[in-house]
Structure formats: structure tokens, C-alpha cells
């Protein structure tokens, strides 16, 4: 077997712990994105239906549909012998999400 250091071509991927951990995280930020969702529906629910209310629902689904996809994707990939990098675009959707899960979730607070 050669080596990417060998000068023999590039090396096969070491299919350790590091793809599972990485899938794991994805999951976990998918989790904590649904049950932020989730709360700002109930949020809105609870204290009636307003204009307000449903238009923030739809920009929590909105958003969790984003986040899902972006993270579907990413586990997928990381399946593969040579996963490719996460996108640039990709990169800023979850991070556009991620900041807008943390809004959604101060505003569930308040």
C-alpha cells in the first residue's frame, strides 16, 4: 500500500473513528436544530395565532428544511472512501442557519 508521503499516490482514507464522530456531530446539530424548531412552534401556538406567530413558524421550517438538507448531504458524503470537502456554499447555509437557530431560540426565551 502506498502513501501520500511516499510519493506513490495518494493515500486510502483511515476509516477510524474520526467519519463516525463527525456524523454524530451532524446528527446532534440536526437534533438540537428540530427541538429549536419545534419550541418556536409551540412558542407561537401557545400564546395564539397570530400573523406574527405563522410567519415565524414558516421561517423555522424554512430554516430547519435548510439545515437538514445541508446535513443530509454531509452524512451521506461521509460515507464514501474519499469523502469531498463540505462546500463553501454549504458551509454558509449551516452557518446562516446555525445563527438563526440561536435567534429563534433567544426569542422562544423571551
Known amino acids: 500500500m502506498t502513501g501520500a508521503g511516499d510519493g506513490g499516490g495518494p493515500a486510502l482514507r483511515d476509516p477510524g473513528l474520526q467519519p463516525e464522530r463527525t456524523r454524530l456531530a451532524w446528527r446532534r446539530t440536526t437534533l438540537s436544530c ?14 395564539g ?7 415565524a413558524v414558516g421561517l423555522s421550517a424554512l430554516v430547519w428544511i435548510g439545515f437538514l438538507a445541508v446535513a443530509h448531504r454531509r452524512i451521506q458524503s ?7 470537502q463540505l462546500s463553501l456554499r454549504s458551509a454558509w447555509l449551516a ?16
Open 49 to 55: 395565532v397570530t400573523a406574527t406567530g405563522l410567519l
Open 34 to 47: 428540530t427541538v429549536t424548531a419545534v419550541l418556536a412552534g409551540k412558542q407561537a401556538i401557545h400564546e
Open 78 to 84: 461521509l460515507g464514501a472512501a474519499r469523502p469531498r
Open 95 to 110: 452557518a446562516l442557519c446555525t445563527i438563526a437557530f440561536a435567534g429563534f431560540g433567544v426569542a422562544v426565551l423571551l
